[in-house]
């Protein structure tokens, strides 16, 4: 009987030891994604800086070089024909001028 309530008692401390490390670890997982966030948006200083936000307002069209879609507002567009191309950043509207000459 003894040694049914002392394994019993060792399995709960085990358990709670588990949960505590396992808390702690996704809570440093969520800490690291957040790093180099704040109010402006990504640091600027990362190796890969992600793209420049746009504010979504108005119908979304698909940035033909990578595949983001982007709001008609976007400072990053350009016309060619009847068309009108809508890009998510300058690198992507000058790789589609680079492949549109060729």
Known sequence: ?????LELIVTIVIAMAARAILASVMKGFSNASRAGFDQRGPDPSAKSAPKERVSVAGELHKDPVCG???AEST???RG???ETFYY???AC???H???ARS
Request: hydrophobic share 35%; proline share 0%; glycine share 4%.
């Open 1 to 5: 009987m003894f040694r049914a309530i």
């Open 68 to 70: 983001t879609y982007v």
């Open 75 to 77: 400072s990053y567009k």
């Open 80 to 82: 060619a024909g009847r």
């Open 88 to 90: 998510c950043s300058e």
């Open 93 to 95: 509207k000058d790789k």
């Open 97 to 99: 001028a680079v492949t």
